[in-house]
Structures are given as structure tokens and as C-alpha cells.
């Protein structure tokens, strides 16, 4: 009787030794799965491509003032919006033709009042010089437009369009002074926060298949496109 008593009393001690180290693995899991979750933050990385010896690392970054999700591409030391900034204010802002559908696909014109401080905390719109230091990164000056313009997008591409840097510039077209809108298809234009004279330098983009970046002098009171860039 002793003897069958000794090998219950073992028996219930393995039981319940086996449940307290599975409750703490348990434990543990959950400990690590908190862990991420306090200290995942709105930015996010997705994965790292090599195209045309040019590294790039692609992220996503989530604006939390309207919860608006974005494709963000590192591009040398820089880390730029990979789409057209998409956040609607009050004043300074225009959807294309004043259609909101046409958001989606180009995000908003900004007039550069707006411009100027629209971008989401810990971004900011480049200057000149941000977006020299891209280009100057990209090399060869005859295929630079090559590697920043999305694919299949635009009319008569040029077949050696690879969008090598993720950077997916579109035609968004812009708004004139009178108010109108021209351009949504054939060409892009992006502010920065350098000044010539009265006017403001804008970097265009357009459709032609050899066509070159642009460096161009703009009024204030045109309505172009936005790319942040990480501060």
C-alpha cells in the first residue's frame, strides 16, 4: 500500500510541476507579444530592394491626424514620402477639378502658405537643397527621371522606366491661378521651401519619354504636389 502511495504522490508532482512551466512559457509569450506591441510606433518597415545599384528601403508611416496610411521610401540617407501627401485643411488645399475621387490616386494640390507646414509632425517639405542631394544621389543626369517616375502610369514611357528608387512620381497635374486645373496626366510638380525672389522653386516632372527634372521658379499662389521628407 505504501508502495502504490509513493508513485500517486510522484505522479501528481510531475502533473503539477509540467503545468507551472507551461503557464510560465505561457507567461512569457504574452510578456514578449506586450512588448511589441508597446513599442510598435507609427512607422514601419517593409523591405529593402536593389534595383539599378540603387539601395532602397521601403516603410510605411501612418499619419495620426487622420489615420491616412503611407508608402515611405529611403533613398540614400533620405526618407521620403513614396506618394503624394493626402491630408485635407481647410484652406490652401484643392482636390483635382475639385473632385475628392481624384484624392486616392493623387493626393491634394497645396498652395505654398499651406505647403509650408502641412506635413505631419517629424516631417517636413524639402527645401532646394533636399532635393539636389536626392539627385545628386541618383547619378547619371539622363536617367534620373527614369528611376523616380512610377510605372505604367504615364503617357509615352520611355521603356527603360524602372522607378528604380520607389520614390512612384505621378502625373497629379496642378491648379492655375484662375483656379482652373490642367495637366492631371502628363505632368507633377512639387514644392520646396526655397525662395526665388517673389516666387517659390518647384521641381516638375512631365511626360515626354527623355524629358528632364525641372528646376523651375513658380508663383506662391499656384496649387502643386507634396512630398515629405523624414526630418
Not at 491630408?87 to 502658405?113: F, S
Not at 521603356?159 to 512612384?168: G, L, R
Not at 504636389?225 to 523624414?230: A, V
Amino acid at each position: 500500500m505504501k508502495k502504490y502511495t509513493i508513485y500517486f504522490i510522484t505522479f501528481m508532482l510531475t502533473i503539477t510541476l509540467f503545468s507551472c512551466n507551461n503557464n510560465s512559457e505561457n507567461k512569457s509569450d504574452t510578456t514578449i507579444s506586450n512588448k511589441i506591441i508597446e513599442t510598435d510606433d507609427l512607422y514601419h518597415k517593409n523591405e529593402s530592394t536593389i534595383i539599378d545599384s540603387i539601395k532602397t528601403e521601403k516603410y510605411t508611416f501612418i499619419d495620426s491626424r487622420d489615420e491616412h496610411i503611407y508608402n515611405t521610401v529611403k533613398i540614400g540617407n533620405q526618407i521620403w514620402f513614396a506618394e503624394n501627401l493626402a491630408y485635407y485643411t481647410k484652406y490652401g488645399c484643392w482636390a483635382y477639378d475639385n473632385d475628392k475621387n481624384n484624392v486616392e490616386k493623387t493626393g491634394y494640390l497645396y498652395n505654398w502658405k499651406t505647403a509650408k507646414k502641412v506635413c505631419p509632425d517629424g516631417w517636413h517639405l524639402p527645401s532646394d537643397a533636399d532635393w539636389i542631394k536626392l539627385l545628386e544621389f541618383l547619378g547619371d543626369k539622363e536617367t534620373k527621371t527614369l528611376k523616380l517616375k512610377a510605372t505604367n502610369i504615364w503617357k509615352r514611357p520611355h521603356p527603360k522606366n524602372n522607378n528604380s528608387t520607389s520614390f512612384s512620381a505621378i502625373p497629379s497635374g496642378y491648379r492655375k491661378l484662375d483656379g482652373t486645373f490642367d495637366e492631371i496626366n502628363t505632368t507633377c510638380n512639387f514644392w520646396t521651401t526655397t525662395i526665388d525672389k517673389t516666387n517659390v522653386w518647384v521641381y516638375n516632372i512631365n511626360s515626354s519619354q527623355y524629358a528632364k527634372i525641372l528646376k523651375v521658379s513658380q508663383s506662391k499662389k499656384h496649387a502643386y504636389s507634396i512630398r515629405c521628407i523624414k526630418n
